[in-house]
């Protein structure tokens, strides 16, 4: 009996591959958006795209619990903190500061940052797990999802910048940032890594791998 609910409970796999359409269509609509459009309305609308890609992906963690929300919660919060000291200080990353794209801010620092960083590090994380044996320790696995956040970063500021994302007070973006990058990515990941370890959630690995495509297109089109 307590086998057959919790069968129930998981996510089927019809669900998952529908999950998959959804979010690749959904990304192929925001490079076009993005390239043909050039529209600040459907610019405005990179918030709402993150929480979509966020709350699918969390949708199919198979094993949810209250300290796994807390933990999920303490990354996003985290995330956005990081991003207040960031951005009011410069002392993590360099100086720079945020345009409207991505949506309401609080201390010069727009919410969506922490759906933003919790969505990389939980859905980099997943990706990991496919590519390393589960065996594989957590500081490891923790290090290269760092690690692949970093890389995914470098591919997203040349867009950010054009479309107002943020802006660098400097011509090129500093170095500081991707060190301040990898080590806050870091921190999180270890916040989470215990929830996540043996987590093998291909929805998320493939929103991660679709933030990449989506921003790589974007470098070449825009």
Not at 52 to 70: D, E, P, R
Not at 116 to 139: D, E, G, H, K
Request: proline share 4%.
């Amino acid at each position: 009996m307590v086998q057959n609910e919790f069968s129930s409970s998981m996510p089927k796999p019809n669900n998952e591959r529908l999950a998959l359409v959804v979010m690749c269509v959904l990304y192929a609509v925001g490079i076009v958006g993005f390239v043909c459009l050039r529209d600040r309305g459907f610019l405005l609308l990179t918030p709402l795209n993150l929480l979509i890609s966020l709350l699918v992906s969390l949708h199919f963690h198979s094993a949810k619990s209250t300290n796994f929300w807390l933990a999920s919660l303490t990354v996003a919060v985290g995330g956005f903190l990081i991003e207040v000291v960031g951005v009011n200080t410069g002392l993590l990353f360099g100086r720079y500061h945020y345009g409207p794209v991505l949506g309401f801010s609080l201390f010069s620092t727009p919410l969506s940052i922490g759906v933003n960083w919790l969505l990389l590090v939980y859905c980099s994380a997943s990706l990991i797990n496919f590519l390393l044996p589960q065996n594989n320790s957590r500081v490891l696995k923790s290090t290269l999802a760092a690690v692949l956040m970093v890389a995914l970063d470098a591919i997203i500021e040349p867009v950010a910048i054009a479309t107002d994302m943020w802006r660098w007070e400097t011509a090129q973006v500093p170095l500081q940032n991707y060190i301040g990058w990898f080590v806050s990515a870091l921190l999180l990941q270890g916040v989470i890594s215990r929830f996540v370890a043996t987590e093998r959630n291909l929805v998320a690995a493939v929103v991660f791998l679709l933030q990449v495509v989506f921003f790589a297109m974007l470098n070449l089109m825009l």
